[in-house]
């Protein structure tokens, strides 16, 4: 087991919560222990299924340099690791002094588990369900109690659960300018108030729904409430009867909020063999053991894109979703992301979920330590075809042919020759080596992390005139100043 020696840094803003993060984890044997094993108990051979990862298609060798890389603090501030591919648990490592029996404070990772109790709460017929209209219904339908404060503005009447759930209901909130501990924070504001419900509700509405996505934990906040009226019990009751049960999951904490709510915005405590239970369940379509614990038809509504973001993931409801860049390939994947860097990422196509856990706080490299992980080490063990390209050699003649200013509204990138190398300086103040790799494409790394691939495009006559660049979730295509 590898053992850190030192924190490092990783991710903190709330925005760079969204982006995705990443996993994986780290055995000294090619032997896989097949997931139904528990944290607790060492499995009996009569237990488990074992397989070569040689038999997984995983290809090892990405999985040492992972190793090594956190041995040598190049990644840390890791707590822990884990890939499960084909229903197995392939790699499992913990750091920093944490261990598999350790509950991880999962932060918004909450809101995709909420949702998965929506679904059920539907499925189960204690909630309107899809058939019966319901993503289409009005707030003031599915909340008769707050129907005066919804009609003191008139612009809320077309409010519905689909924009609860897609976090476009336009309404006033910002959680990302002050740190969650910050009485201005609206979150803050929410989630100490008496009735947070009646608080997100009462904001003006800013925006026409459905038109922009906001991120608003105070909307995950109303879906807790609905599953607590509707069921009877709170939120994290439901949970543990219906859901945590049937996953063998008994440890786990959920806080609730001084209101008494369950905090399905970013109170649940669980183990990170468990978080990887939630995505397996999702990627076998919401049914565990041959038992269905949620609908297929939720599950795949819910982590089907609702909403584009020009930055980050897209969204469906209370997941986040879209494909991600690696090596010149995209693969969809569809995830459940929490502030300061943890996740449960999964990838239907290769049935495989990666978690990763590591400092909450205070963490600002967070979100790049994740991508590092998944581009550099993870995709290429699962994934054959996603592996680096040799570099190429290029004159300095050409080179110097894809030298300019590139432009997109939101940022610009100017590339120059220094020497035989090519150098990007992006007017977001990042820098960074393209090394050729040939077609017009190179590859750059960002913060010594982050592999950035660009592909250069030539115009009608023939000379370089755009740049797409491309990693993790992001696009950006540039034109060249003339």
């Given amino acids: 087991m590898v053992v850190c020696l030192r924190k490092y840094v990783s991710y903190a803003t709330p925005r760079s919560m969204f982006t995705l993060v990443t996993v994986l984890v780290l055995m000294a044997t090619t032997v896989v222990q097949a997931f139904c094993a528990s944290a607790d108990e060492t499995p009996q051979a009569d237990e488990k299924r074992s397989v070569s990862l040689e038999e997984a298609g995983v290809n090892q060798e990405p ?61 189960q017929g204690l909630l309107p369900g899809i058939d019966e209209g319901a993503l289409q219904m009005t707030l003031s339908e599915v909340l008769p109690e707050y129907r005066s404060v919804i009609a003191k503005d008139p612009r809320k009447s077309v409010l519905t659960l689909h924009h ?19 009485p201005r924070n609206d979150w803050n504001k929410a989630s100490r108030s008496d009735d947070p419900v009646r608080f997100v509700l009462e904001r003006p509405v800013v925006v026409e729904p459905g038109a922009e996505f906001e991120y608003n934990g105070g909307l995950s906040i109303i879906l807790s409430y609905m599953i607590e009226n509707a069921c009877g ?9 219906y859901l945590f049960g049937p996953l063998d999951i008994g440890d786990f904490r959920w806080d609730r909020l001084p209101s008494g709510l369950t905090d399905t915005d970013g109170g649940l405590h669980m183990r990170p063999r468990d978080m990887a239970k939630i995505g397996m369940l999702c990627l076998s379509g919401g049914v565990w053991e041959g038992k269905r614990i949620v609908s297929r038809r939720w599950l795949d509504l819910s982590t089907s894109v609702h909403i584009e973001n020009d930055n980050s993931p897209d969204y469906g409801y ?16 569809f995830l459940a992301s929490g502030h300061g860097g943890q996740a449960i990422f999964a990838f239907p196509a290769f049935n495989a979920v990666i978690v990763i856990a590591q400092e909450v706080f205070d963490n600002p490299m967070g979100a790049m330590n994740g991508l590092a992980i998944l581009n550099r080490y993870i995709l290429p ?84 005139d755009q740049v797409t660049s491309s990693f993790g979730f992001r696009e950006t295509v540039m034109n060249k100043r003339l």
């Fill in 381 to 464: 063990a699962i994934d054959p075809e996603s592996k680096p390209a040799e570099a190429k050699t290029l004159s300095r003649r050409e080179l110097d042919t894809y030298t300019g200013t590139y432009e997109s509204p939101q940022v610009s990138l100017t590339v120059t020759r220094e020497g035989d190398a090519l150098n990007a300086q992006g007017s977001d103040g990042t820098s960074m080596v393209l090394v050729p790799l040939g077609d017009h494409s190179f590859k750059g790394i960002l913060f010594g992390l982050i592999d950035i691939r660009l592909e250069f495009q030539p115009g009608v006559d023939g000379n370089i």
């Fill in 63 to 123: 999985l040492s340099r992972l190793a090594e890389d956190i041995r040598e603090n190049r990644l840390s501030n890791i707590h822990s690791v884990v890939l499960v591919k084909e229903g197995a648990l392939l790699f499992e490592e913990y750091c920093n002094d944490y261990d598999r029996d350790q509950l991880q404070y999962t932060a918004s990772i909450s809101k995709s588990v909420g949702s998965i109790l929506f679904g059920m709460s539907m499925d």
């Fill in 318 to 333: 209370q997941w986040w979703c879209g494909n991600f860049h690696h090596h010149g390939k995209t693969d969809f994947t």
């Fill in 233 to 241: 019990k709170k939120a994290d009751e439901f949970a543990e009867e």
């Fill in 164 to 182: 609860v759930l897609s976090m476009t209901a336009g309404l006033e909130w910002d959680e990302q300018s002050y740190p969650y501990s910050d």
